[in-house]
Nanobody, 125 residues
Framework: HVQLVESGGGSVQAGGSLRLSCGFS????????MAWFRQAPGKEREGVAT???????SYVDSAKGRFTISRDNTKNTLYLQMNALKPEDTAMYYC????????????????????WGQGTQVTVS
């Protein structure tokens, strides 16, 4: 069965950078949308960034200008480059995939995504 495996999380100081990776066990070339979400303790899961099959991207306002989502189809890997990290970025980060046509609207809605990774923790102090 298809699996998504995140890596790259860790602890950094405010202003630092991290690059998250999400390895897919299948060919990502045909996946309609992939995304990064995060969930902090006591808060709802929040969509951070999404990229579609045509490489169109969308970001939550708090990530614009600091985070970059990208994909490497040759490696079946999704990335999230996070710069200028802030303590409020502290959360568990999840990658996800969607075949829901709604994901093409650029709205990063968790209900559109069918398959999720196990998460990687990011802590900013």
């Amino acid at each position: 069965h298809v699996q998504l495996v995140e890596s790259g999380g860790g602890s950094v100081q405010a202003g630092g950078s991290l690059r998250l990776s999400c390895g897919f066990s299948d060919d990502i070339n045909s996946i309609r949308c992939m995304a990064w979400f995060r969930q902090a303790p006591g808060k709802e899961r929040e969509g951070v960034a999404t990229i579609d099959r045509g490489s169109s991207v969308s970001y939550v306002d708090s990530a614009k200008g600091r985070f970059t989502i990208s994909r490497d189809n040759t490696k079946n890997t999704l990335y999230l480059q996070m710069n200028a990290l802030k303590p409020e970025d502290t959360a568990m980060y999840y990658c996800a995939r969607s075949e829901n046509p709604g994901c093409l609207l650029g709205i990063i809605r968790a209900s559109y995504f069918e398959l999720w990774g196990q998460g990687t923790q990011v802590t900013v102090s």
